[in-house]
Each structure stands twice: as structure tokens, then as C-alpha cells.
Nanobody
């Protein structure tokens, strides 16, 4: 079993940056693909970014060039560096782990989820 805990959310102004962290426990996730998702009020949860165990990364078009996903297998953590934040980035951000070597976008493809961390961007 894998437990995931997100941290680093908060209230920022448009143009600011935030760094989210996802800490895994229970077992090492170094061989897992890890994804970040977000869910805004009244909307479905959507894919943001993912990283494979080989550190191959992929991003949603809406965050490409602004967000960077990275992982530290020694610490069993995954980070999401977010820059140039905009009000439309406001959402609860979740990290998820997938017991597979390749990334995936559908939420149903992920086995473990954290509780989420709120990111609010004011204009």
C-alpha cells in the first residue's frame, strides 16, 4: 500500500510561483509513474503532469512551459514547480501513483491518491 501526502499549496497572486511536494510512504515509488492532477470547483479532475521512473515527463498543454515536474527517488518525493500562475490555475492539486513504468492521463489509471492541496491564485 502507498500513502501520498501533498503539501505546498497556498494563496498567491497572479504571476507568482509555488512548489508543490508529494511525499510517498508505505513502499518506494521509484518504479511508479507519478502524476499531478487538479480539480477546480464544479469541474472534473484533470491531468496536469506526469513523470515516469525514467524521469520522462509530460504536461497538459495548459501548463506546458510554466510547470515542471521532478522526482527524488532517494526521498520518495515528487515535486511540481509552478510558475507564472494564473487565476485559472486555482484548484485542488492531487498527486497520484501508478504501478507502471509508463505515464497515463486518465484518473482511472492511477492506483493511489493523496488528499490534495489547495492552490488559489488571485488576480
Amino acid at each position: 500500500q502507498v500513502q501520498l501526502v501533498e503539501s505546498g499549496g497556498g494563496l498567491v497572486q497572479a504571476g507568482d510561483s509555488l512548489r508543490l511536494s508529494c511525499a510517498a510512504s508505505g513502499r518506494t515509488v521509484s518504479n511508479y509513474a507519478i502524476g499531478w492532477f487538479r480539480q477546480a470547483p464544479g469541474k472534473e479532475r484533470e491531468f496536469v503532469a506526469a513523470i515516469t521512473y525514467q524521469r520522462l515527463t509530460t504536461y497538459a498543454d495548459s501548463v506546458k512551459e510554466r510547470f515542471t515536474i521532478s522526482r527524488n527517488n532517494a526521498k520518495n518525493t515528487v515535486a511540481l514547480q509552478m510558475t507564472s500562475l494564473q487565476p485559472e490555475d486555482t484548484a485542488i492539486y492531487y498527486c497520484a501513483a501508478r504501478n507502471d513504468q509508463v505515464w497515463a492521463a486518465p484518473t482511472s489509471d492511477y492506483n493511489y491518491w493523496g488528499q490534495g492541496t489547495q492552490v488559489t491564485v488571485s488576480s
